[in-house]
């Protein structure tokens, strides 16, 4: 093969972003994922701009007003008004924001607590380890359920409540999931190499293990933020979760349930937005999981 030709072969070959950028992009359930859910997240960031009306104002004389597309409907409240006489399309955008500040608190402190107890004792092994099973042992003998709705009967339910309830109940799964993949980890070379210069143990877990784990954290995320927002919206819709006048989508279709069978879009909104929240971040999820570990399917 003669250099011209080789350099043309070199030059043809794609570059490692260009490869990256084909799975990616490949992966339908990540771009269909990932592009609802930075819908949702759009429009909650920009929720006082698109709001018509304000969420919290009442208006007793034009209470249950349906959706425009109803006959009785009008554009003045697209999507009507619920029983207080509240603009409906307002406080759904507004609830976007409490589903996403959960999601995403419950997932930051679940995640801090479990993936330092799994780094701990999949690298530490030994009694760390020990402890760190016994720990996740006791947690899963709690339904997560049943301890937030004592734990809010009793301290009362409040967005910070919960927020604190749930990310100190879904720690397990990041524990689990980081100790089986930093033993896989620690028997490597690279962790071994480093043991050799004499690199510390915060260094190791921290600049060698830690980025190598971080695709199994990032899917295990994702499914934790899905989870702790169906959590919300199953206490809300108990009444021990988020408290009225927050517009909660789990809050609001709690409020709607005496209206279901005449009022069936109090419920049918809010459910449908909660159900393609949920179901965006678990398609991003799986799509990140294929791409870090395409192999698993």
Same mark, same amino acid.
């Given at each position: 093969m003669t250099d011209t030709s080789l350099s043309l072969d070199l030059a043809m070959e794609p570059t490692a972003g260009a490869r990256m950028r084909k799975r990616l992009f490949g992966q339908k359930s990540l771009v269909l994922g990932s592009g609802l859910l930075l819908l949702i997240m759009l429009v909650a960031l920009f929720a006082p701009l698109l709001a018509t009306h304000d969420p919290y104002a009442q208006d007793l004389a034009h209470r249950t007003v349906p959706p425009f597309w109803y006959a009785k409907g009008s554009l003045e409240h697209i999507l009507g008004t619920d029983n207080l006489g509240r603009d409906y399309f307002s406080r759904l955008l507004y609830g976007a924001r409490i589903s996403l500040l959960i999601g995403l608190s419950v997932m930051v402190i679940s995640g801090i607590i479990g993936t330092t107890l799994g780094l701990l =004792? !999949?690298?530490f092994g030994g009694k760390a380890d020990l402890l760190v099973t016994f720990l996740v042992t006791t947690? $899963? =003998?709690m339904p997560v359920m049943l301890v937030a709705l004592a734990v809010v009967a009793m301290v009362g339910g409040s967005l910070p409540v919960?927020? $604190?309830? $749930? !990310?100190f109940l879904k720690w397990d799964r990041f524990a689990v999931v980081m100790r089986s993949a930093t033993q896989q980890a620690r028997a490597l070379d690279y962790v071994a190499a480093a043991e050799a210069v004499g690199a510390s143990t915060p260094r190791i877990i921290l600049g060698e293990i830690l980025p190598n784990v971080l695709p199994q954290l990032i899917v295990v995320a994702t499914l934790e933020a899905a989870s702790a927002i169906l959590l919300e919206a199953s206490l809300s819709f108990l009444g021990l979760g988020v408290q009225p006048p927050l517009p909660s989508w789990g809050l609001?279709?709690?409020e709607a349930k005496n209206y279901m069978f005449f009022s069936f879009w109090l419920i049918a909104i809010p459910g449908t937005m909660l159900a393609l929240l949920v179901l965006a971040i678990n398609l991003a999820g799986d799509g990140l999981r294929d791409?870090? =570990?395409?192999e698993g399917r």
């Open positions: =004792a !999949g690298y947690r $899963l =003998a919960i927020v $604190l309830v $749930l !990310g609001m279709i709690s791409i870090f =570990a395409p």
